[in-house]
């Protein structure tokens, strides 16, 4: 009766939606919604057998326990035993410390485990939780915990689950400074001065979030690198990082600065073949094992916007990947080396630049080197093409670099479902091995047989109380670990599963917010970069646009490097006839993408020059098929800000206020990329705006002239 | 029965003491401990009459909400009625809205509430709140909740209280690229880049916070200033602030950098008697209360460490505020004018410069200038003795600069009671007109009739998740809040009130935590700075010992300047012997001051140069005094340490954790302090350690060398 009454209230008042600022992310383990789903799921948490000891099942203890006392709302006396009671209906267990029977009958299934996998198996009235380690445990644990988050039923769980990629990394840009490059989210949450005395909630809740998603390891500081994180000022404060890390799998990696021995030791060079600069490799990886024993690596950044590399001594990248592959490998540490080296003194393309240098160095770097490529050749824009480079490395393994914090797709306030990007990418297909031979199976390791696989991932995640700026930036985050993990998952379900653990199980919320959030990367790279521009964004900060940026002593820093507007035609030729990028694809991208007629829309001024007046498939021209995207994406902005707006009094008023600011600032923004793009585009152009295309609000010399200071990231 | 088995869970299962990350500060509202206490309360709750409509009784309504929400844990449908019903038990209504038979009856009293005052009365069975103002009413209301969060009873309210001082602001040392000048607790919450577009739901709670406490101003902005913030792409972003505090009572203030005219607009000068600033300015003012009509002024940092001044014009103070004064003055703004002013290359003892300057000057400022003194003569030291200016200004309002944050006193990891320090100022006796002339009089304008009075405190306001970097950081902001209101409040009282809101009722943690507190300030006073030493702190970022920290270009910025220690003695004569700024002070001051037999103890070498062996009333030789004040001081944090421990489940885990981390680190730089400063000073004195003082853990040479990079606050 009492609880009729609380319900009653809870339904009649909406100031009982309790306000929240979405720190809890995805693991907000909502209250049940009613008593008949409370009850369901009671039995089942109430009688929770838990055995083995080790850290990481402290972690999976304190993990059911938070997540019953939220569930239950505190009503409930969580109650999980480590003795071998019958009576548990929930068996969390390692395989070797099954029941006999059980094991012998589950045998089959769990010879498909492996080390980081899990089984969930409802099994003679109980669900069983088992894994070949203490991590795969813990996995095993949160995949249940989702399955009653997302109010599956119970009595369906027959899940096994192996992730299909090795590492599963997160790269902080995080400088120790803790401002964050490319961060958008406040600064950075290393607070490296209070470490090691302090060790902040925060840090745990992070090391819950991600092993909650698979995350395996992090790097966190910033790949254009500072020397100092490997004294030992440092190190002492990153061994008390991982050591919270540790019971949850993850490990910690550091970057490291080529220069590193003249910087810290002052030796005369950096030359990776030098005897001194190795043995000063050595000799520091030593010193980090001493600090940090299962220390996972480096992430270097060499040659590249000026940081320090082999180059300097003229050297390739697997001499200089080498040299510190071979100081790691006796404690079983691994090195990504970055692809992403291009230079504004090689007079080629500078999309072309990583293949042309990587390419010929297939096979040449150490067993524990893996190279970390990101998704298209250029820099994380709106779309790019996948970086030719997969499936052109068949005796290198690659590890993909996507950037989750959102450097050109609107920083913080714009809503993009990063995921639906990736997932392009993912399913691109590289010929590699014929038809099917997609950026996935090279990432899992299939098409080449790679012994080392990895996904990084640009973190997203600063001091802002909700991690990552826009509470839809925690999707991303979330689907990343999702890809990581199994880079064939399913956004649709992915984006759906966040939705109900984040904010609501109410469908009409979650299948609305979902429609937006699908709809919504279309939309930005319309008012963004539609028909395949890319690299038009303001200079330094990248916020808003600059297609008009030139000069200043970086030809591939402008943007009219990219798209090389004139009185007659708009495009980058990569053909044959022009840079030839295209060359450093399969034949069979030749063919489609290689023809104006036949390449998809989105990529076109990408491969191509076209004249303005160009007549394209969909009977527009390209000017008017240009502006009409800009408008189409402007559009689709103020579309999801109507569609959310309806969704008002379904979830927390705080969090509903929060997206619906940052939607007014993208439909602002999306206006702002519009008005801008087409008033300096349409100087070239010299054409009207088709029908149905707004009037730009200002003159062009307005967004000349538009100017903010301390834009963050930079 | 379902309560009881609640209840019963809820002590039995420690778990269910929920995390706290600290942000709700000391509006936890904290559910009541039982039926008993519920019920009590719930009569009251559950029956509030609310008349008025204004955006601050909006302000008022939704508090009242909150508070019952988290009182009755959400059990109860709050209903506040905003018509006149009998029933209602609790009234908030300003006077003219009460009832005429009510406040007919309550004349007498309602006569005496001045324009920010409040009254609460029981009377006839019911509670009233009223005010004259608005803002009255929301600093009644919050009154009363903080009666009901300490468990008061409520039929013996009877309170009727006015500000004693008008200005209560908080100064930010905040830059506009969110990193904070002295700012130990992580970034500045103001996100300019996202402002004016995203209302953050933190600014609202600080306004919350700050109301809730009495502080109805705020100066944003750095007194190192950037003249950026002055301009309109900052001021729409001011107002947007400004917008969300107006209905909590508090006006924005900005900092003015001195050479704005000559920064934004190339005046070939910023000579405060051209008249081509002076009109500058009052265009510039004119422009500001465009965006924001309650402006409420300019802080100003001139003349001092670097910042533009009258001075570079061959101006005085006087002339440099009165042009900005004019400028305000027809809108009805202020200028708060800081006295910190003071030069290397004048000769004098850098603590005599300000009263130098300034006395002179007295009654020749507008009358809507303020000048804001800081509480000692140097610099926020751990003790000085108050500020010579209190008292020596009759015709000049002074206003209080106390600093939260503490740059000298162990920044954010030391657990410090700042309302002691602070207290010890407000009760100091200038003599300005005989005994009993109290700071606290000076600032309260009694003394000398001032118009205009005013009290700011540099916040410690930052990014972290509980505001202040330590948990107890939030008890000085509160305490701050109070003494601003009213500096005669009894400090006992308020670390009372905020422990009892901020963690639990528990009596045995109160009173424990309590006395930790109110020990906390003489502890550290012992293990930095014994017997008056002062600016002996490392240099730029202040934090550590550094009393070997000398030349460098700027003498006054080192801290042999100030201890001087030779072979034979340690210490400043600043008698008349010496520099005699103790002729500064009121002759009773001179006279108990001025003899080293007679000073307490705790300010001897701020005035006087000791010899090493001279025997003090202790009995002790000076050395032996100075090293067993430093022992007692390491000693006084090792006991709040083994105090804090035995309070282990009293409170939620995440808290207590966080300010264990925090006693260990202050610990440990307690000992740091001691063993670095007596081996530094024992070079000199060339003495043993005295028993009971433990010897160093390291050389010197360890304390010289120790380096740490990217400390915070600079």
Same mark, same amino acid.
Request: aromatic share 10%; hydrophobic share 25%.
């Given at each position: 009766m009492y609880r009729i009454i609380v319900s009653l209230l809870l339904i009649l008042c909406p100031l009982l939606i309790k306000a929240n600022d979405g720190y809890k992310l995805w693991l907000q383990y909502l209250p049940f919604e009613n008593k008949a789903v409370a009850d369901y799921y009671r039995d089942y948490l109430e009688n929770i057998t838990l055995i083995g000891e080790s850290p990481t099942h402290g972690v999976i203890r304190k993990e059911l326990e938070i997540a019953i006392d939220s569930f239950l709302e505190g009503k $409930?006396?969580?109650? &999980?035993?480590?003795? =071998? &009671?019958?009576? /548990?209906l929930i068996w969390i267990a390692g395989t070797v410390d099954l029941p006999q029977n059980i094991k012998a009958s589950l045998a089959e299934r769990i010879k498909e485990i492996k080390e980081e996998g899990y089984l969930i198996k409802y099994f003679q009235g109980k669900i069983f939780v088992t894994a070949n380690s203490d991590i795969g445990l813990l996995y095993g644990t949160f995949a249940l915990l989702k399955n009653i988050q997302t109010r599956k039923s119970l009595e369906d769980l027959d899940i096994l689950e192996n992730p299909k990629i090795q590492l599963r990394l997160l790269n902080h840009w995080d400088n120790l400074n803790r401002t964050?490059? %490319? /961060?958008? *989210? +406040? !600064?950075? &949450?290393? =607070?490296w001065h209070r470490l090691p005395g302090h060790i902040d909630q925060q840090y745990i809740d992070y090391a819950r979030a991600n092993a909650s998603i698979g995350i395996n390891g992090t790097s966190v500081t910033n790949v254009n690198a500072n020397a100092l994180v490997l004294t030992p000022e440092y190190l002492e404060k990153a061994a008390a990082l991982a050591d919270v890390f540790r019971p949850y799998g993850i490990k910690i990696y550091l970057t490291a600065r080529f220069n590193a021995p003249m910087m810290l030791d002052s030796l005369p060079t950096a030359d990776p073949l030098d005897p001194l600069v190795q043995a000063w490799w050595m000799k520091k990886a030593k010193e980090i094992y001493s600090y940090i024993p299962d220390f996972g690596g480096f992430l270097v950044k060499a040659d590249s916007e000026g940081q320090p590399g082999p180059h300097n001594y003229g050297r390739t990248q697997a001499d200089g990947a080498n040299t510190l592959a071979d100081a790691v490998k006796p404690f079983g540490g691994i090195v990504m080396w970055r692809a992403f080296v291009y230079n504004e003194k090689t007079p080629t393309d500078r999309i072309k630049q990583a293949y042309d240098e990587f390419k010929p160095l297939d +096979?040449? !770097? %150490?067993?524990n080197v893996i190279v970390q490529v990101k998704n298209g050749p250029l820099d994380f824009q709106p779309r790019e093409p996948f970086h030719p480079l997969f499936g052109a490395m068949p005796n290198t393994p690659l590890m993909m670099e996507f950037q989750i914090t959102k450097e050109y797709l609107g920083q913080e306030t714009h809503w993009v479902n990063l995921s639906t990007s990736w997932k392009e990418i993912l399913q691109s297909d590289t010929y590699a091995k014929g038809h099917g031979s997609t950026v996935s199976k090279v990432l899992d390791g299939s098409l080449h047989n790679y012994q080392l696989t990895g996904m990084a991932g640009v973190s997203n995640i600063g001091t802002d109380r909700n991690w $990552? /700026?826009?509470? $839809?930036g925690q999707a991303d985050w979330y689907a990343f670990g999702k890809l990581a993990w199994n880079p064939e998952s399913n956004i649709d379900g992915i984006t759906e599963d966040w939705l109900k653990m984040t904010f609501t199980l109410d469908p009409s919320f979650v299948n609305a917010a979902k429609k937006i959030a699908l709809n919504s990367y279309e939309t930005l790279v319309n008012y963004m970069t539609p028909l395949g521009l890319h690299h038009i964004m303001a200079r330094s900060h990248h916020w808003g646009p600059g297609p008009w940026v030139t000069g200043g002593g970086r030809d591939d820093w402008t943007a009219t490097y990219y798209h090389k507007a004139s009185k007659d035609s708009i495009g980058f030729d990569r053909t044959e006839k022009g840079? =030839? *990028? &295209? /060359?450093?694809?399969a034949q069979e991208w030749n063919t489609v993408w290689g023809n104006p007629e036949t390449?998809?829309?989105?990529y076109l001024l990408w491969f191509h020059r076209i004249p303005w007046n160009k007549k394209l498939s969909t009977g527009n021209t390209l000017w008017d098929e240009m502006a009409l995207r800009y408008q189409k994406g402007v559009e689709g902005a103020r579309w999801m800000q109507k569609e959310w707006t309806k969704l008002e009094g379904k979830i927390d008023q705080e969090r509903f206020d929060h997206i619906s600011s940052f939607l007014n600032i993208q439909v602002k923004e999306a206006e702002w990329w519009r008005d801008a793009c087409l008033l300096y585009f349409g100087q070239f152009s010299k054409m009207a705006l088709p029908a149905g295309v707004e009037n730009p609000k200002h003159e062009l010399q307005y967004y000349l002239n538009f100017k903010r200071n301390f834009v963050p990231g930079i």
């Open positions: $409930t006396k969580s109650n &999980i035993s480590s003795k =071998n &009671i019958n009576s /548990g964050v490059e %490319r /961060g958008y *989210a +406040g !600064f950075s &949450i290393w =607070n +096979g040449k !770097f %150490r067993d $990552t /700026g826009h509470h $839809t840079s =030839n *990028a &295209i /060359g450093q694809y390449i998809p829309m989105e």
